[in-house]
Structure formats: structure tokens, C-alpha cells
């Protein structure tokens, strides 16, 4: 921050130079270097936060712990995991003062929440007055993202088919050719809910949803589908308009899931999912257990599909079919 602080600048004006004078107005998001300076102050405040978890009273959150995982950061988006007891809630706060009084970056109060799970009632109370922050509730949204304890709802799920909706209605005043449409609704439309599609497994009422805005976008609200919605989600070459099924999509994309965890790739999630989920258990060979997670169990449901298709850990060759 010394080499911003301390610069000074000077202008032309009419030919003449100005007196020195140095820059008030900070840092600004949009300013070509404030990434590059955002980034370099959080990962200060990851190294604190990591540093904190050797202090007196802290201990890790139980499924954290084999990881050492203490925080998730991205951007100004941040995520702190710990036991839920005031002590190790009171070493993360103190680690945030004090990046706070370094930095001059702090928390904000009015969006940040701390989440709860199995705490007595009177750590409860104890921990929102050492935060400062609201008790949150699922789902609450995580970039873009809604984050759920539970099996994701419909309702959960509505805005994915708000936002194509949006972009639908925009465009209605627009005097747009079928070829145009066409184009859009592949383009734009079926690219909006593939960002959640290869994240997670999005109930089929809400990708139906989404191919019936797309379909009266198509064909016109008052107007009946000339062709079946499978037909032209068909490859040209077989007489369709290459759409993308969202069914199917959703179930190809979460197949790169499965591949990372395969390969035991050099991933945090992936980390964690075998560290939890499989505990040294392949994941061609693990089944699904009472405690595990919705999202957790739908994930092997697809690679039951998709298994015939393996053998010895490498995808055959022609086995597309099995996908689609």
C-alpha cells in the first residue's frame, strides 16, 4: 500500500505542468490493479486465519479437521469453518479484528450471518453476541448459488427459471426471425442453467421448466409445438436443432464430477469427498450410506449409469450411449 500512498502525480494543462499533488481517492473496485491487491490481502488474511487455529481453544469443525480447513475465500465472498463453541468462534473473530486494524478491510455487519448445527442454546446465544452477526437459515445463496442443508426444492431452484424468464421477456419486444430465436434460446437461454448443472444435480420439474419457457419463446405462447421437444433437442444431422436436453446435460456434466474424484485430483472438494464420503473407497465401488448427503447419494445414481461404460478405471471407447 506504501507504493500507492505515497505516489504523486502531476498534469498537463494548456502545456503547463501542475504542482505535485498526491491521489485521495483510494482503490476502487473496476481499478486495473485492485484485483491484483485484493488478491494479495486476502491470502494475508487466509495465512491469519490458518495461524489462529494453533491458538488455545480453537478447534477445528468436525468435518474439517482432517483437512485443516479453517476458511473459503473468493473475491470478498468469505466462508469461515469451526467447532461451534465460543471459544474457537472468539479465535476467528479476533484473527478478523485484527486483519480489520492491518488492512483496514472489516466484515459487513448487515450481510453476515453464522450458521449453527447441533450447539446448545446457550453457546448460541453466547457465540451471535461474540460475531455480532444474525443467526442465517437455509438456503441462503453462495456465488449465485443456493445453499442447502436439504434436498434442493422446487422452490429452492425458481429463480434459475426467473432468470431465463428475464431474458425472455426482454427480447419479446424485439421482432426476432425463428432463425434468430433459434439461435438465442441455444446460445444463451440452455447456457444460463449448464453453470448449475455442473455443480449440481437440479430437480427434472425445474430443467422441465426451463425447456417450457424456452419452448413458447420457440413456437409463440398461443402457438402448439409444431415438433415434439426430443426431436429438437436432436443432433442436425438426425433432423433436429441441436438443442441441449437439460436432463441429460445435468447427468453429462456431473459425469466430470465423478471422473475428478476418480483421479483423486488435486482439489479441495474433491479432497474432501474422499476424505468424508469415500474413506479410501473407490468411487466405482462405494455405496451410498444413511448419513451421506442428498446431493452425495443422486451423485452415485449417475454413476450407476454411467459405470457400464468404465472398466478398470478407463472410459470405453463408442460407450457414449450410455450418457445420452
Not at 415438433?227 to 456431473?254: P, T
Amino acid at each position: 500500500m506504501v507504493c500507492i500512498s505515497t505516489v504523486t502525480f502531476r498534469i498537463v494543462i494548456n502545456g503547463q505542468h501542475s504542482h505535485n499533488f498526491r491521489s485521495q481517492g483510494g482503490i476502487r473496485q473496476g481499478d486495473p490493479i485492485s484485483p491484483l491487491l485484493f488478491v494479495i490481502a486476502m491470502e494475508g488474511l487466509s495465512r491469519r486465519l490458518m495461524a489462529a487455529t494453533a491458538e488455545q481453544g480453537f478447534r477445528f469443525h468436525p468435518l474439517c479437521r482432517n483437512l485443516k480447513l479453517v476458511n473459503l475465500i473468493f473475491a470478498d465472498d468469505l466462508m469461515a469453518f469451526c467447532k461451534g463453541h465460543p471459544k474457537s468462534v472468539g479465535v476467528i473473530m479476533g484473527a478478523l479484528k485484527e486483519f480489520a486494524c492491518n488492512s483496514g478491510l472489516q466484515e459487513n455487519q448487515d450481510k453476515s450471518q453464522v450458521f449453527l448445527a447441533g450447539v446448545k442454546e446457550p453457546h448460541k446465544r453466547q457465540i451471535v453476541d461474540c460475531t455480532g452477526f444474525q443467526e442465517g437459515v437455509f438456503p441462503f445463496r453462495y456465488l449465485g448459488f443456493p445453499i442447502s442443508s436439504k434436498k434442493w426444492s422446487i422452490a429452492t431452484c425458481k429463480v434459475l427459471i426467473d432468470k431465463v424468464s428475464a431474458c425472455v421477456n426482454s427480447w419479446k419486444t424485439r421482432n426476432l426471425s425463428y432463425q434468430a430465436r433459434c439461435v438465442l434460446i441455444n446460445s444463451v437461454l440452455l447456457t444460463l442453467h449448464s453453470y448449475w448443472a455442473s455443480v449440481f444435480i437440479i430437480p427434472k420439474a425445474v430443467l422441465k421448466g426451463v425447456e417450457q419457457v424456452c419452448r413458447k419463446f420457440l413456437w409463440g405462447d398461443k402457438q402448439a409445438g409444431n415438433v415434439g421437444w426430443e426431436q429438437v433437442c436432436k443432433e442436425k444431422s438426425f433432423g433436429g436443432l441441436g438443442f441441449k436436453n437439460s436432463v441429460l446435460w445435468n447427468q453429462a456434466a456431473l459425469g466430470k464430477q465423478l471422473w475428478h474424484i476418480a483421479d483423486k485430483e488435486d482439489i479441495l472438494w474433491v479432497k474432501w469427498v474422499n476424505q468424508i464420503y469415500l474413506r479410501n473407497e473407490s468411487i466405482w465401488e462405494a455405496q451410498p450410506r444413511q448419513d451421506q448427503g442428498w446431493h452425495y447419494k443422486q451423485l452415485l445414481k449417475v454413476r450407476d449409469r454411467l459405470a457400464p461404460g468404465v472398466v478398470n478405471g478407463r472410459w470405453l471407447s463408442g460407450s457414449i450411449h450410455v450418457i445420452g
